[in-house]
């Protein structure tokens, strides 16, 4: 009888643990010090496990990023209430330990690297931008200045303090957004 799935582990489940391996070494090396021989090794796969699925230490990172944001917890009927979720959202991922870390490692990475820069672009922004586009009804331009101010914010206090933005300075920031975003703009 011939076989019909592969031998080994399921896709899925060496993705979780590849995932889970990335954040936790970003978390306790640093993103430098995160390499893929490491992140292998911590999540018990060879590292040609790693590059049959992503062709760089940046794609990656921004695979998972993407799955460790999930989707944006917004519904298109309240404005307000989905920049105000959008923005929550984003600051308590950003939170999470080495969610930050990788995230400003592959920005960083990606100023001299095109490649990466239109993973990045393609896998973590668009999908992100296009689900604001649709809910607040802004232009393209409009949603990455929001992306923009927003991760911007969140990514460079943690980057200054080493601890993510607190709930009142989240609340301020959603204000401030909210008076640029709000439903009286078009």
């Known amino acids: 009888m011939a076989r019909t799935t592969r ?16 954040l936790k070494t970003v978390h306790e090396l640093g993103y430098t010090h995160a390499t893929v021989d490491r992140i292998a090794a911590a999540a018990g796969v060879a590292k040609t496990t790693i590059y049959r699925r992503w062709p760089s230490k940046g794609a990656l990172i921004t695979a998972c990023l993407v799955d460790a944001f999930g989707p944006l917890p917004v519904t298109g009927t309240d404005r307000a209430a989905d920049l105000a ?17 990788a995230f400003a490692g592959v920005f960083t990475d990606a100023i001299g690297d095109p490649a990466l820069r239109q ?23 409009r949603v990455l200045f929001f992306i923009d101010v927003v991760i911007g914010t969140l990514l460079h206090r ?29």
């Open 119 to 141: 993973i990045l672009s393609t896998q973590l922004q668009d999908p992100y931008r296009i689900v604001l586009q649709e809910v607040l009804g802004e232009s393209e331009q």
């Open 85 to 101: 979720s959008a923005i929550h959202f984003g600051a308590a991922k950003i939170g999470e330990p080495g969610i930050a870390a």
């Open 7 to 22: 031998p080994g582990r399921p896709r899925v489940s060496v993705d979780a643990e590849v995932f889970a391996a990335t």
């Open 158 to 186: 943690m980057g200054m303090t080493g601890e993510p933005m607190v709930g009142a300075d989240v609340d301020a920031l959603v204000a401030m957004i909210q008076r640029d975003f709000g439903p009286e703009v078009a």
